[in-house]
């Protein structure tokens, strides 16, 4: 899987960056995306990259804010327009519901494919049988949400050298036993190949924040991430302003990533104010916490 910044300032896009958005490339699970809210001109940034917008299944919305969801209704009306049929579900607060119908039904916007909209409590949203996806709320003016999203672990290797003592041999069947599935040899013997499988793989989990003041519930949200994608709105030098707004600073989010223990940690949604000379001090503040983090940009993809 890859995860690819759209747009990583807060508030207002600047020269350098565009609003929030992110998209998760599911590749090497299936051939589609997930979207992580949607700023105004995501689609613009979709148009220069890899990614189609009939591929996105999903988009999750953390939270009402014209930053990271103006960029809706345009992108669904070109999904439209490029002809899709493929369902879209998009999962958000109380309101989103609204929002959307309504921006559609004013413009007399036509959807050619079925569109479904979730309006989520805190909670698991859904176990797909690849992923389990829950949301946690968080702290900010209006009603916010962060997403984990967490793989099912993968089943572990066959265990060739025990196949081999007991006799088993190589035949169609391996792939059933793979699959841990039970099959029946051609001698009659019956094989469970969970019995021939070797340690499970852990699945990944990433763990993504909307806008937040520091929050009891980033702890659960956060812990043991293999990444965590959260805001630095601010330096720590305006800790005050930054929580009064329902902001983090950097310090404040490079010490959830100690605590919550997780391996890396991705900082985004900076403030307009800040400019591309601006980042070097960000990240040390950071990385004097938590080594392992970095600064994202508009277009960084990274690896998971």
Known sequence: MELTFLGTSAGVPTKERNVTSMILNLNGVRKTYWLFDCGEGTQHRILNS??????????????????HIFGLPGLLCSRSMGGSTDVLTIYGPKGLKLYI??????SESYMTYPLEIVEIESGQLFDDGEFIVTAYPLNHRVECYGYRIQEHAKKGPLDVEKLAQD???????????????????EDGRSVN?????????????IAIFGDTEPTEQALFLAKDADVMVHETTLENAYQQKANERGHTTTGQA????LDAGVKRFI???ISGRY???????????????FPATEMAADYLTIKI
């Not at 890899?50 to 930053?67: N, Q």
């Not at 006799?167 to 040899?185: D, F, H, S, V, Y």
């Not at 490079?254 to 990533?257: D, I, T, V």
């Open 50 to 67: 890899v990614f189609k917008a009939p591929r996105i299944e999903k988009i999750f919305i953390t939270h009402l804010h014209g930053d």
């Open 101 to 106: 119908e309504t921006t559609l039904s004013i």
């Open 167 to 185: 006799n088993i041999p190589r035949g169609p069947w391996m792939q059933a036993l793979k699959a841990g599935e039970t099959i029946t040899l």
């Open 193 to 205: 190949g969970a019995d021939y499988l070797g340690e499970p793989k852990p699945g990944k989990v």
């Open 254 to 257: 490079a010490q959830l990533a």
């Open 267 to 269: 900082a985004t949604h």
């Open 275 to 289: 400019s591309a000379e601006d980042m070097p001090k960000l990240l040390a503040e950071c990385q004097a916490i």
